[in-house]
């Protein structure tokens, strides 16, 4: 298995223009979740599908923030408009809930930066 | 939310030193007790998970105990080798998704 995908692995953009981070989680996975890690606040939950419904997102910041599940194999977060604060990396991490660990296992990240 | 303490925010020891770093939680109300390694530029990779009180779980010189009760976990490192370096994160779960601490950044120095 490839282990969940992340792309693109690094983003500058300017302050005000839309930005999409992508994830593919682990085939078979039917949980995923969005972080920000930041020095600051360390690893955040921004939000987490369940058979790729929205189960919380008290995580996101405010409405400049959204996330899609549309199909079990892919999910976007896209931020719309970007600011310098949003600057930090972005993981996502898929898990099989129900019956196993609940272990998660994390992609590589998405590293963004708001000029 | 479960607030989860990682303590000591970094460690640094020498090669050959054995060592333990502790996280600690207010509440036995969660599911389960996660640890993660984390090496700088790559993702959070899992190390153990425990769910009951007195849980022992090892991996070569990587070993990590549970106590709800008084509300702690330890890791521990026999033997630190250079290669360990990396954050240690500690999360507790107690629906689908995990509460992370901030984790506790080992440097192993030859």
Redesign the interface.
């Known amino acids: 298995d490839a282990g969940v995908i992340q792309s693109p692995r690094h983003e500058v953009t300017e302050m005000g223009q839309e930005v999409t981070l992508r994830c593919k989680p682990i085939s078979g996975h039917n949980s995923l979740f969005w972080y920000r890690q930041t020095m600051m606040r360390g690893l955040e939950l921004l939000i987490y599908f369940n058979n790729n419904v929205p189960i919380d997102d008290s995580g996101m910041p405010e409405d400049r923030f959204s996330a899609k599940m549309p199909n079990a194999s892919f999910s976007t977060l896209k931020i719309q408009p970007s600011e310098p604060r949003d600057s930090a990396v972005y993981f996502c991490a898929s898990s099989l809930v129900g019956g196993g660990t609940y272990e998660q296992y994390f992609g590589p990240g998405t590293r963004l930066t708001v000029t | 939310i479960l607030n989860v303490e990682q303590s000591p925010q970094s460690l640094h020891v020498q090669e050959g030193d054995s060592t333990n770093f502790t996280c600690s939680f207010p509440s036995s109300n969660f599911?389960?007790l996660?640890w993660y390694r984390w090496e700088t530029a790559?993702?959070?990779?899992?190390l153990f998970?425990m769910t009951l009180n007195g849980d022992e779980k090892k991996k070569g010189r990587i070993s990590a105990t549970l106590n709800t009760k008084e509300g702690y976990s330890y890791l521990y490192i026999k033997g630190s080798q250079p290669e360990d370096s990396a954050t240690y994160?500690c999360a507790l779960?107690s629906g689908?998704?995990?509460?992370?601490?901030?984790?506790t950044s080992l440097l192993v120095t030859p």
């Not at chain 2, 790559?42 to 899992?46: M, Y």
């Not at chain 2, 689908?96 to 984790?103: I, S």
Request: charge should be positive.
């Open positions: 599911y389960a996660h790559k993702s959070p990779e899992a998970v994160l779960r689908y998704a995990l509460n992370f601490g901030k984790g």
